[in-house]
């Protein structure tokens, strides 16, 4: 089978997850990143969704799965120790149209989880499309090491001049040669090594503007 990739902004949508064990953790710890409205339906939770649900977090509906859960919800997550259940619960899901992931069973899916790499707004999916999830991973830890915390603090950067320099009403052309620049200046690898007067050096002969190496700093912080 041939995926399509995507990325799927779930900020503030139902999704609905079974299970409460360390599968399920990870699983939601995820959607939780991503801003989802994150219903649990398990018999037990581990400490750490315990105390999730504790401090209003997570949802837990029931402990046993009910048809009417799965209403208004936009994407579930089957990850029970049970293989009925979980087949069961992506047919009601793909029968309302709702995404469905059953956890190790690919015929059991509408899509299916890639292994990935995160570094502020950067992210890096690998898959391989099911066939080894091992792969995947081996794959992940080796770009891992290629892409550092720096990249999340570029894009923080840009995210933020990517406004000034629209301001201005240049060229479309002009705008395009900008950006291309600021890709290819030292830019990157002087912020891996925090050499903020660089970065401001860079950024003033470029963009010619102004710009303290205090306010570099600033740029390239997490909001």
Same mark, same amino acid.
């Given at each position: 089978m041939s995926y399509y990739p $995507? @990325?799927?902004? *779930?900020?503030? =949508? =139902?999704?609905?997850? *079974? /299970?409460?064990?360390q599968v399920a953790l990870r699983k939601i710890a995820a959607l939780l990143e991503c801003g989802a409205d994150v219903n649990v339906v398990s018999r037990d939770l581990t400490t750490e969704l315990q105390d999730l649900l504790t401090e209003g977090k997570i949802r837990l509906l029931d402990r046993e799965f009910r048809e009417d859960y799965l209403e208004g919800a936009f994407l579930v997550i089957a990850s029970t120790d049970d293989p009925e259940l979980n087949q069961r619960v992506s047919e009601i899901a793909r029968e309302k149209g709702i995404l469905v992931n059953a956890v190790d069973q690919?015929?059991?899916?509408?899509? $299916?989880?890639?292994?990935?790499? =995160?570094?502020?707004?950067l992210l890096i999916a690998v898959s391989t499309s099911g066939k080894s999830p091992a792969m995947a991973k081996r794959i992940r830890e080796r770009l891992s090491?290629?892409? /550092?915390w720096e990249y999340g603090g570029f894009l923080l950067l840009m995210g933020k001049l990517r406004k000034e320099i629209l301001s201005k /009403?240049?060229?479309? !052309?002009? +705008?395009?040669?900008?950006f291309h620049e600021l890709v290819d200046s030292p830019i990157l690898d002087l912020i891996k090594r925090k050499e903020?007067?660089?970065?401001?050096? &860079? @950024? !003033?002969?470029? @963009? &010619? $503007?102004?710009?303290?190496? !205090? +306010?570099? $700093?600033n740029y390239v912080k997490a909001e």
């Open positions: $995507i @990325l799927v902004d *779930l900020k503030d =949508k =139902k999704t609905v997850v *079974l /299970g409460g064990g690919p015929a059991d899916c509408t899509f $299916i989880v890639p292994s990935v790499i =995160k570094r502020g707004d090491s290629q892409f /550092g /009403g240049l060229s479309p !052309e002009m +705008n395009s040669r900008v903020w007067n660089g970065v401001a050096e &860079h @950024l !003033e002969r470029i @963009l &010619h $503007i102004r710009i303290s190496p !205090e +306010n570099v $700093i």
